[in-house]
């Protein structure tokens, strides 16, 4: 599976953008699709998850702010970053898990700045 994230960018606090997962093949019923970001010197850390039973779960640190999403018939995962904080600075990453094993996208830089 191939995903091509985009949509990260500069931005000041406060801020939204969009991010987008293009994935190769289908995601509908993927038992896992999601974000996740990292910063230097830091593990990557999940952000927001999509089970393949619609479950989402989020990090504490971005709930009521991020909202995750899928669309099936674009095989794509948007997340939603709203009321961005310097702290979301990071290489987001999405991932998808299938039966053969998990999948990442190649990043997409997001920076929080004034």
């Known amino acids: 599976v191939q995903l091509q994230a985009s949509g990260g960018g500069l931005v000041r606090p406060g801020g939204s953008l969009r991010l987008s997962c293009a994935a190769s093949?289908?995601?509908?019923?993927?038992?896992?699709v999601g974000w996740y970001r990292q910063t230097p010197g830091k593990q990557r850390e999940l952000v927001a998850i999509?089970?393949?039973?619609?479950?989402?779960n989020y990090a504490e640190s971005v709930k009521g702010r991020f909202t995750i999403s899928r669309d099936n018939a674009k095989n794509t995962v948007y997340l939603q970053m709203n009321n961005l904080k310097f702290e979301d600075t990071a290489v987001y990453y999405c991932?998808?898990?299938?039966?053969?094993?998990?999948?990442w996208g190649q990043g997409t830089l997001v920076t929080v700045s004034s």
């Open positions: 999509i089970t393949g039973g619609g479950s989402i």
């Open positions: 093949r289908s995601i509908f019923g993927l038992p896992v």
């Open positions: 991932n998808v898990v299938t039966v053969a094993g998990g999948y």
